[in-house]
């Protein structure tokens, strides 16, 4: 969800607070994307030095992905409860 909001703000026009809101969104994003690779025990970017870079953002995000956490959101997901029984 967040990577598809950094992709609006890159993409919408200039809007008053646009910058200030997109660096805010974009360190949290960062910050999420430390923790899961943390949680998941794979060497990650740390960005407490600064936000990533693009190319370690998407490696990072590479990273995650072949471990089976899809940032972008692309994989179809079953719709209501995942408990309930066929």
Not at 55 to 68: F, K, S, T
Not at 70 to 76: A, R, Y
């Given at each position: 969800m967040r990577r598809r909001r950094l992709d609006v703000y890159r993409n919408s026009p200039a809007w008053?607070?646009?910058n200030i809101?997109?660096?805010s969104e974009l360190a949290r994003y960062?910050?999420?994307l430390a923790a899961a690779a943390r949680m998941l025990d794979m060497p990650g970017i740390d960005p407490?030095?600064?936000p990533l870079t693009p190319e370690a953002?998407?490696?990072l995000e590479d990273r995650l992905a072949v471990a089976g956490l899809d940032v972008l959101g692309d994989i179809p997901?079953?719709?209501g409860d995942v408990?309930?029984?066929d």
């Amino acid at each position: 969800m967040r990577r598809r909001r950094l992709d609006v703000y890159r993409n919408s026009p200039a809007w008053p607070g646009k910058n200030i809101a997109w660096r805010s969104e974009l360190a949290r994003y960062d910050h999420c994307l430390a923790a899961a690779a943390r949680m998941l025990d794979m060497p990650g970017i740390d960005p407490e030095g600064g936000p990533l870079t693009p190319e370690a953002r998407a490696v990072l995000e590479d990273r995650l992905a072949v471990a089976g956490l899809d940032v972008l959101g692309d994989i179809p997901r079953p719709i209501g409860d995942v408990f309930e029984d066929d």
